[in-house]
């Protein structure tokens, strides 16, 4: 028998974040110690996996499948192909981070207990609703039962409510923390609806007497068992796309996401942006497309349209913010358009782009998000306009500010510039016009980085109510935290090829699932012609995927 791989991946945080709440309250360093070592372990499992893993091999790998529910058709089945691989490398090599970033978090936290005072064991909660997150967003990327995706996607939202609402910062966290829990309920709600529409459907024609499991779905949408051309199955796929599009989140049902990154902590912030919100945009790719192809081809213009308005719009209001946290926040709605944006653009460019880009902006909003949390809490100011020569004082810091924005607005040479490139070349050949708005995000974004570089780092050193700055360069831990970052964000930067690699046979059989071919651009060459010299023009395909 072999070894179930996937789910000792997950069951190992899962079954930390209970371990660590038996460790005495009295001994709070033992517990971060713990969790920090688990999420090592983590990592290099991940490590393990992407060892094992073949890319020439069957799309789905270290598959487990066994019976779960028979009475609902439901089987505890998990497999691991390139786009999940690459987003749980992600997420474990993330979490060690988070948990040094936010080390201190829960010692002064907003968390109280009922009498009004520190709760004795905030920092094993703080630890253990990390390390709970972590196991189940790792399910999320290895579950092909669409009921058991469903329950963990649902079930992140509860920890991730509690580390806004009692281990945020400021007088509005819990008002943040509810809109974040019923903006993501309420898109799970709709999700619930259809997946038990599609549950009914796939009875209805005959597929194992109803069943959740993804791979049987998609051969019989495949092989025309089940008629995907149907009123019914554009239903279905809006179902599934609301609850995709709140959580990623798309324009506009974005609203939660900048309240809710300014309340939490940095590090439960850049959890939340950087490794939940992925779930979204992969489950786009892996659910949406697959079991509807029809109707994601009816609908690629429309949510690429939106996605185009969210890249300008989250540009445009992150020019405009005042605070830096709030910003940073505004800059990731503008990313997650451009990865929306490549996955519907139905490319193969456009969706290894996009699912490139999911990796990238975890990285770099990481870096950028946290070097600003250790700014801010140095000043314990988040105005922008309080800041001023902090490089002069913290050159570091300063620094590694600087590449984290440059990576962010896709320098040439950092990590996010080749993912947003190829979802633009991905998006032109099928949208150019799209295409052409979205280049438009590349002139905001230098604008709003540099702008506020230029006001934060660069001028005199402002001074502290007629005190000198006691902004001081980063320290060791966050080094520590740091350094990592900045050393993947330029190493991708450089040489994305391993990652693209793992990426581009799960994108090709997704796009054959989905039934488009990328257009081909018209290329010309010596002759004579009646429309230019030796002109070749390639069939055209619509959005249908249709010559």
Known sequence: MSIPWLTILWLVPAIAAGLVLTI???????????????????????????????????????VEDISWIPALGTRYSLGLDGIGLVLILLTA?????????GWNDADTS?????????????????????????????????????????????????????????????PRRSGAAVKFLLYNLFGGLILLAAVIGLHVVSARNGVGGGTFALTDIVAAVSSGQIDDTTGLAKLLFLGFMFAFAVKAPLWPLHSWLPDAAVAATPASAVLMMAVIDKVGTFAMLRFCLQLFPDASRYFAPLVC?????????????????????????????????????????LTDQGQAGSTLYMVNHGISTAALFLIAGFLVSRRRSRLIADYGGVQKVAPVLAGTFLVAGLATLSLPGLAPFISE??????????????????????????????????????????????????????????????????ALLIALGVYPKPML?????AVQSTLTTVGVTAPEPAVAGPGAGEHGAGETHAPTIDAEGHR
């Not at 405009?320 to 996955?343: E, K, P, W």
């Not at 109510?465 to 935290?481: F, H, K, Q, Y």
């Not at 690699?501 to 046979?505: A, K, N, S, T």
Request: aromatic share 12%; net charge neutral; charged share 10%.
């Open 24 to 62: 005495p309250a009295n001994r709070p360093m033992a517990a971060k110690w713990f969790s920090l070592m688990v999420s090592m372990a983590v990592l290099a499992l991940g490590a393990g996996l992407a060892i094992g893993f073949d890319p020439t091999g069957e799309r789905y790998q270290f």
């Open 93 to 101: 090599a993330l979490l060690p981070l988070l948990l040094l970033a």
């Open 421 to 486: 490139f190829l979802v633009l070349i991905g998006t032109f050949t099928r949208y150019p016009i799209a295409a052409v708005v979205a280049c438009s995000a590349l002139v905001l974004s230098a604008i709003y980085i540099l702008w506020t570089y230029q006001r934060m780092m660069g001028g005199p050193v402002r001074a502290e109510a007629g005190r000198p700055s006691s902004i001081r360069d980063l320290a060791g831990r966050e080094l520590v935290v740091v350094v990592p970052l900045i």
């Open 501 to 505: 690699d793992l990426i581009d046979p």
């Open 110 to 170: 907003g968390s109280l207990d009922h009498a009004g005072g520190r709760a004795q064991k905030s920092t094993h909660i703080y630890l253990a609703l990390f390390l709970a997150t972590e196991a189940m967003v790792l399910m999320s990327f290895v579950a092909l039962d669409i009921l058991l995706f469903y329950i963990f996607f649902e079930a992140m939202l509860i920890p991730m409510y509690f580390l806004i609402g009692g281990f945020g910062t400021g």
């Open 305 to 345: 349209a939106l996605a185009v308005i969210g890249i300008v719009y989250g540009a445009i209001l992150a020019i405009g913010q005042t605070d830096v946290m709030r910003l940073i926040a505004y800059t990731s709605i503008s990313h997650f358009g451009f990865i929306i944006l490549g996955i519907f653009a």
